[in-house]
């Protein structure tokens, strides 16, 4: 069920879509982008996303305390955007509907507690 959540939260995370003069941009390619734009101010907060979800595939996110790190991680280039840029532009449900869908099951994956499986080499 772990898995499942991450999986999930991920996945929205990555397919929140902010929207440029043309076209709609997929949120995980605005880090990509952002992160190798120097001089940017963004710049920072792009990569801390990105350390963000790297953190969730490495031993450092299965503690509680990674979790949370994680998700401040990654909730950080979100909440610069939306205070850099006018609220209104945000009214569109490509953002709306993969944001509440990722900080609804992150904030689960967090709150559910870690169940440790029982295996042979608990027991030594």
Do not use: C, H
């Not at 734009?37 to 509680?64: E, H, M, R, V, W």
């Not at 945000?90 to 992150?106: D, E, G, H, K, R």
């Amino acid at each position: 069920m772990d898995n499942k959540l991450k999986i999930i939260s991920l996945t929205s995370y990555s397919l929140i879509i902010l929207m440029g003069q043309m076209i709609g941009l997929p949120f995980i390619l605005w880090l990509i982008f952002t992160s190798f734009d120097f001089g940017n101010s963004d710049q920072i907060f792009a990569i801390s996303g990105l350390i963000g979800i790297i953190i969730n595939f490495t031993k450092y996110g299965k503690p509680t305390l990674g979790k949370i790190l994680s998700f401040v991680l990654m909730i950080l280039p979100i909440v610069r955007r939306m205070t850099e840029i006018p609220i209104e532009k945000f009214n569109y449900l490509t953002f709306q509907i993969p944001l509440l869908i990722f900080v609804i099951a992150y904030l689960i994956y967090i709150i559910k507690p870690n169940r440790n499986k029982k295996t042979a080499y608990n027991n030594v």
